[in-house]
Every structure is written in C-alpha cells, then in structure tokens.
C-alpha cells in the first residue's frame, strides 16, 4: 500500500505565506508526476499545481507567480510553497501522485492524501 501525507496546513492573514509539505510512503518502485488540488466548499477539486519527475512544472492561473512546487526525490516529498496568500485560496489541499508499485509490473497508479485546511483570514 501507499501513503500520502501532507502537513503544512493552517490559519494564515490575507499576504501571509504558507508551505504544505506531503511524503509518500509504502510500496513505491516509482513516482512520476506529483501535485497539488484543492478544494473550496461548495465547489468542485481543481487542479493547483503539478510537477513531473523531472522538475517541469504547470499552475493554475490563479496562483501563478505566488506558489511554488517543488519535490525531493529521495525523499518521496512534494512541496507547496504559497506566498501572498487571498482569501480566495482557502480551501482543503490535496496531494496527488502517480505511483508506480512494482518493478515487474509497470502500471502506475493515482494516489490522493488525506488533504490539509489552508484558510487565509484576518
């Protein structure tokens, strides 16, 4: 089995900054592409952020030029760093990875973490 966890979550003022951190663990013979969804109430999971293991990297508009994704390999970690913060992004914050389990077998799968609350308030 695989394990996604994230932390980093929190209260934060409107221009505040925050880092989500999330480390997979378990079987992993690969991971491919990792990244960050969230999602407000009322409204459906979008797509943050995106990185592949190679470091190219994909953002939604909204938050372009104050987040930034990273990863450590070795450690099976992606990060978030968001900077600037709005009241606009609170939401739940997932993390997403596409996992490969086995060296034998070479489908990889979609994995998705328990999520982290981010809400930016004054």
């Known amino acids: 089995q695989v394990q996604l966890v994230e932390s980093g979550g929190g209260l934060v003022q409107p221009g505040g900054s925050l880092r989500l951190s999330c480390a997979a663990s378990?079987?992993?013979?690969?991971?491919?592409?990792m990244g960050w969804y969230r999602q407000a109430p009322g409204t459906q999971r979008e797509l943050v952020a995106v990185?592949?293991?190679?470091?190219?990297?994909n953002y939604a508009d909204s938050v372009k030029g104050r987040f930034t994704i990273s990863r450590d390999n070795a450690k099976n970690t992606v990060y978030l760093q968001m900077n600037s913060l709005k009241p606009e992004d609170t939401a739940v914050y997932y993390c997403?990875?596409?996992?490969?389990?086995?060296?034998?077998?070479?489908?990889?799968?979609?994995?998705w973490g328990q999520g982290t609350q981010v809400t930016v308030s004054s």
């Open positions: 378990g079987r992993i013979f690969s991971i491919y592409g």
């Open positions: 990185i592949t293991s190679g470091g190219s990297t």
């Open positions: 997403n990875g596409n996992i490969r389990t086995s060296a034998t077998m070479p489908s990889s799968y979609s994995y």
